[in-house]
């Protein structure tokens, strides 16, 4: 079982920051990409920020300068530090993980999913 726990949602007025963690337990025996998406009511999952396991980035344009994604992979753990946050910004941010277990290669996982509001 592989389980992705995120944490660091909240609320925060525009022009402020957050940061979100996501770690991932289980038996992973390594993790190929870990990465942050978002989702607002009505409106499809898009793509925040990406990263892999040999540490390439890839970023939205709607975020890039203002987000930064980072891994700790001794942690087996994704971060997303968000700074000059825009009411636009609001959505539930979902940590997702490209992996591999024993068994099987390139598993995708999501966690639950985290609010963040941003007051305008």
């Known amino acids: 079982q592989v389980q992705l726990v995120e944490s660091g949602g909240g609320l925060v007025q525009a022009g402020g920051s957050l940061r979100l963690s996501c770690a991932a337990s289980?038996?992973?025996?390594?993790?190929?990409?870990m990465g942050w998406y978002r989702q607002t009511p009505g409106k499809q999952r898009e793509l925040v920020a990406t990263t892999t396991s040999g540490g390439s980035t890839n970023y939205a344009d709607s975020v890039k300068g203002r987000f930064t994604i980072s891994r700790d992979n001794a942690k087996n753990t994704v971060y997303l530090q968000m700074n000059s946050l825009k009411p636009e910004d609001t959505a539930v941010y979902y940590c997702?993980?490209?992996?591999?277990?024993?068994?099987?290669?390139?598993?995708?996982?999501w966690g639950q999913g985290t609010q963040v509001t941003v007051s305008s």
């Open positions: 997702n993980a490209d992996l591999s277990t024993r068994y099987y290669f390139h598993l995708n996982y």
């Open positions: 289980g038996s992973i025996k390594s993790i190929n990409a």
